[in-house]
T-cell receptor, first 115, second 112 residues
Framework: NAGVMQNPRHLVRRRGQEARLRCSPMKGHSHVYWYRQLPEEGLKFMVYLQKENIIDESGMPKERFSAEFPKEGPSILRIQQVVRGDSAAYFC?????????????FGQGTRLTVV | SQQGEEDPQALSIQEGENATMNCSYKTSINNLQWYRQNSGRGLVHLILIRSNEREKHSGRLRVTLDTSKKSSSLLITASRAADTASYFCATPTQGGSEKLVFGKGTKLTVNP
């Protein structure tokens, strides 16, 4: 079991470009979460998806950010027209099911730098 | 506002000493989880303690939970330089998504 795989590990974009971050959950996991971490901060929830459905996007900025988790393939976090303030580490987590003891498994993160 | 708040924000100790980190939270919880993050890396799940548990052990880790005070502590005994990392507590929200709410973490440095 390869664990949660995120790519790329590092991504540099110029202001105004698009950033696409990919997350392949652990085998058998159908729940995916995206979190953002600013320097010296904890992780902040962005969005929770199940296959083909967005369940909770209460942490997503209203504009420029979108997420999907298609039936086939990885989950994608897409940031359009990036700005300097989008520079952060973006982490994906997956879990097999939701219960009171759900443990989330995290990927290594994608570090986005907007120049 | 933060659900989980760790203190201290930073802790520096010598190898072999014990390290204690605390976490406070605001709302009722089903469980509380502790994670470790090495610099520039992802999060590693350390331990989960349920709301009906008071103490839990895993190797050199000991976690306590006091639901009356809405607080938890993580004790690392006989620390090693490899324990140097940031430690976060996290609580899942209730009501379906079980998304985790993290504190800002305690940055632990263990000096050899």
């Amino acid at each position: 079991n390869a664990g949660v795989m995120q790519n790329p590990r590092h991504l540099v974009r110029r202001r105004g470009q698009e950033a696409r971050l990919r997350c392949s959950p652990m085998k058998g996991h159908s729940h995916v979460y995206w979190y953002r971490q600013l320097p010296e901060e904890g992780l902040k929830f962005m969005v929770y998806l199940q296959k083909e459905n967005i369940i909770d996007e209460s942490g997503m900025p209203k504009e420029r950010f979108s997420a999907e988790f298609p039936k086939e393939g990885p989950s994608i976090l897409r940031i359009q027209q990036v700005v300097r303030g989008d520079s952060a580490a973006y982490f994906c987590a997956s879990s097999p099911k939701i219960s009171v003891d759900t443990e989330a498994f995290f990927g290594q993160g994608t570090r986005l730098t907007v120049v | 506002s933060q659900q989980g708040e760790e203190d201290p924000q930073a802790l520096s100790i010598q190898e072999g000493e014990n390290a204690t980190m605390n976490c406070s939270y605001k709302t009722s919880i089903n469980n509380l989880q502790w994670y470790r993050q090495n610099s520039g890396r992802g999060l590693v799940h350390l331990i989960l303690i349920r709301s009906n548990e008071r103490e839990k052990h895993s190797g050199r880790l000991r976690v306590t939970l006091d639901t009356s005070k809405k607080s938890s502590s993580l004790l690392i005994t006989a620390s090693r330089a490899a324990d140097t990392a940031s430690y976060f507590c996290a609580t899942p929200t209730q009501g379906g998504s079980e998304k985790l709410v993290f504190g800002k973490g305690t940055k632990l440095t263990v000096n050899p």
